[in-house]
């Protein structure tokens, strides 16, 4: 089912959590098709939870998740996978096959869903692999990568069945200069030429807002703060401001909560 | 007291939650594997990986096992003259028991490791995570040819393990011993029987060979993504299956044999 919205992914009043802890705790947030949304905030607080409940990987203990119409949790096993079809994923760590090499791993999509022939496979690989720069490297096995080779491997492997839509889990982490700068061209370019919308969770300010259209901030299960990169640049609020100027004290705390300085180490005994 | 109630009301939930993921599990893979024989390659690379690549081990092991069975029998045996006796008793224990057993316990000890291992990595890796992204179900594409395999695997490295172990008594007990090599096959060939023996002994190895291959591709699956967590998944393989087929082992023992 096609929807001509221009909302691809609808968040209603969806709350989720396990172990008696609250991660999500009635959450509204859309994203737009054909731009690129930034879901930012400290570690720990979800962000890659919210992209795996996206993809109906993990359930909401309550509200909803549509995308592109079709309500996630709703779906059928099949129509849950065939959705998926329509949905790429670069998970952190690229999640490369690690006992193929790189050109199986682009091309494993193409083998398990279509039965086009070896050449056709051959070429739409080498067009995928050649997008993000890595055309030359298509022997290589996932562990004689770098971790930002790896992650373009995963761009290509995600870009293979020409999706809607991809989600970026926290892409420039560990990334040198150069391989930050690629990934967010790739990215970029990726949403500009291929007409799919993005979606980059990421705690990376700078890069991030470099290339985002519009940012939701999240914290402690909630929206904190949305906008365009310049809005929340322009943002007055104290949280919005410790996360994008990177200040180490304020409404988040630098000290993890404790009790009594003082009294803990007078009368304090044991752990 | 309330301590120690609630401890073992805790434990007693947790094993139930575990067993009732496990026999999910199993259904999942069950209902993948009619799709595997489309793709036979898939188990082909399997067999390799999880069969042929512990035969080395089983051919040793079991021709070591046939030698100090041979040594012990024949020895003892001497004794109260019944040495003529050796190869049928040698036989009859390698097909009933050691075979199936032993060969559970090195394919949990070996292969099934390995699989644990390898899943669990896999696991934590994101590779599982990945595939289910991509639309392909990993237990169907993964698990199903991996089960499939070990479950294989079993029965026909059993045979191998009692066919060498036969071998290896007959090298003690006949080449060094100096028992008569027609008494040694023709004592095997009058007790044991085809149907009460062998294909029992099969039978075994065929139900260790499914609880082998279910708990190592389970331990993996149900393994907590961390390198503790799949240390101690392979750790439980290797337990579980060990504990499974030796009580196995007596409760179709009972059945099988008993009068």
């Given at each position: 089912?096609?929807?001509?919205?221009?909302?691809?992914?609808?968040?209603?009043?969806?709350?989720?959590?396990?172990?008696?802890?609250?991660?999500?705790?009635?959450?509204?947030?859309?994203?737009?098709?054909?731009?690129?949304?930034?879901?930012?905030?400290?570690?720990?607080?979800?962000?890659?939870?919210?992209?795996?409940?996206?993809?109906?990987?993990?359930?909401?203990?309550?509200?909803?998740?549509?995308?592109?119409?079709?309500?996630?949790?709703?779906?059928?096993?099949?129509?849950?996978?065939?959705?998926?079809?329509?949905?790429?994923?670069?998970?952190?760590?690229?999640?490369?096959?690690?006992?193929?090499?790189?050109?199986?791993?682009?091309?494993?999509?193409?083998?398990?869903?279509?039965?086009?022939?070896?050449?056709?496979?051959?070429?739409?690989?080498?067009?995928?692999?050649?997008?993000?720069?890595?055309?030359?490297?298509?022997?290589?096995?996932?562990?004689?990568?770098?971790?930002?080779?790896?992650?373009?491997?995963?761009?290509?492997?995600?870009?293979?069945?020409?999706?809607?839509?991809?989600?970026?889990?926290?892409?420039?982490?560990?990334?040198?200069?150069?391989?930050?700068?690629?990934?967010?061209?790739?990215?970029?370019?990726?949403?500009?030429?291929?007409?799919?919308?993005?979606?980059?969770?990421?705690?990376?300010?700078?890069?991030?807002?470099?290339?985002?259209?519009?940012i939701y901030l999240v914290s402690g299960g909630k929206v904190v703060e949305h906008g365009t990169p310049d809005e929340l640049n322009a943002s007055e609020s104290d949280w919005t401001r410790q996360f994008i100027d990177g200040l180490p004290d304020g409404p988040v705390p630098f000290q993890y909560p404790a009790e009594d300085y003082l009294q803990d180490l007078l009368e304090g005994t044991g752990l | 007291m309330m301590n120690v109630i609630r401890i073992l009301g805790r434990k007693s939930l947790h094993s139930f939650g575990r067993l009732g993921r496990g026999f999910i599990f199993l259904l999942q893979i069950l209902t993948g594997i009619p799709q595997l024989f489309k793709r036979p390659r898939l188990i082909v690379q399997q067999l390799y990986s999880v069969g042929v690549m512990s035969m080395t081990i089983i051919v040793v092991s079991g021709l070591f096992t046939g030698m100090v069975l041979g040594l012990q029998l024949f020895n003892t045996m001497q004794d109260f003259g019944a040495e003529q006796s050796v190869g049928s008793v040698t036989a009859l224990s390698l097909v009933r028991e050691l075979g199936p057993v032993l060969t559970a316990i090195f394919f949990a000890g070996l292969a099934g490791t390995s699989l644990t291992a390898e899943i669990g990595l896999m696991k934590t890796t994101e590779q599982l995570s990945g595939m289910e992204m991509m639309a392909v179900d990993p237990v169907h594409r993964v698990i199903a040819p991996r089960f499939l395999a070990g479950f294989i695997s079993v029965p026909v490295l059993a045979l191998m393990f009692s066919a060498v172990a036969i071998q290896g008594g007959y090298f003690v007990s006949v080449s060094l011993l100096g028992l008569d090599s027609s008494v040694y096959w023709g004592q095997m060939q009058n007790i044991v029987d085809w149907d009460d023996d062998i294909l029992n002994g099969v039978i075994k190895s065929v139900v260790f060979g499914f609880v082998a291959a279910w708990i190592a591709v389970f331990e993996g699956y149900d393994a907590v993504p961390t390198s503790e967590g799949v240390s101690r998944a392979t750790i439980r393989t290797v337990v579980h299956t060990s504990l499974s087929v030796l009580g196995l082992d007596f409760i179709m023992t009972a059945l099988m044999f008993g009068d």
């Open positions: 089912m096609d929807n001509n919205d221009d909302t691809l992914i609808r968040i209603r009043d969806m709350s989720f959590g396990y172990a008696g802890r609250t991660i999500f705790d009635n959450v509204n947030l859309d994203i737009q098709r054909g731009k690129v949304t930034a879901i930012m905030g400290p570690s720990g607080t979800g962000k890659t939870t919210l992209l795996r409940l996206i993809g109906g990987q993990l359930r909401p203990t309550s509200g909803t998740i549509e995308v592109d119409g079709q309500n996630v949790h709703k779906l059928s096993h099949r129509d849950l996978y065939r959705l998926r079809k329509r949905m790429g994923m670069l998970f952190q760590s690229g999640a490369l096959l690690s006992d193929i090499n790189v050109f199986d791993n682009v091309a494993f999509p193409l083998r398990e869903h279509t039965k086009l022939p070896e050449s056709m496979i051959r070429d739409l690989v080498l067009m995928k692999l050649h997008a993000v720069g890595l055309r030359g490297a298509r022997s290589l096995m996932p562990s004689e990568l770098s971790g930002g080779m790896a992650r373009r491997v995963a761009m290509a492997r995600a870009i293979t069945l020409d999706p809607m839509m991809i989600m970026y889990d926290e892409p420039f982490t560990g990334q040198d200069p150069i391989s930050m700068g690629i990934l967010v061209k790739l990215i970029r370019d990726l949403n500009l030429n291929l007409g799919i919308s993005s979606i980059v969770v990421s705690h990376d300010v700078a890069e991030t807002s470099s290339i985002a259209d519009y | -």
